[in-house]
């Protein structure tokens, strides 16, 4: 069985951001914004 990992801080505030605004889904622009990367990071 894996073991789970703990969220990166980038990986938080996306997961927060999707919860706060009940969107289930973004695009790579939408991620990009939210947490302020480039498109290949936010990939």
Do not use: D, F, Y
């Amino acid at each position: 069985m894996p073991v789970p990992r703990p969220l990166s801080p980038l990986e938080s505030k996306l997961i927060l951001h999707l919860e706060w605004e009940k969107q289930p889904v973004l695009n790579i622009k939408q991620t990009m914004a939210v947490v302020g990367s480039s498109g290949s990071h936010a990939r």
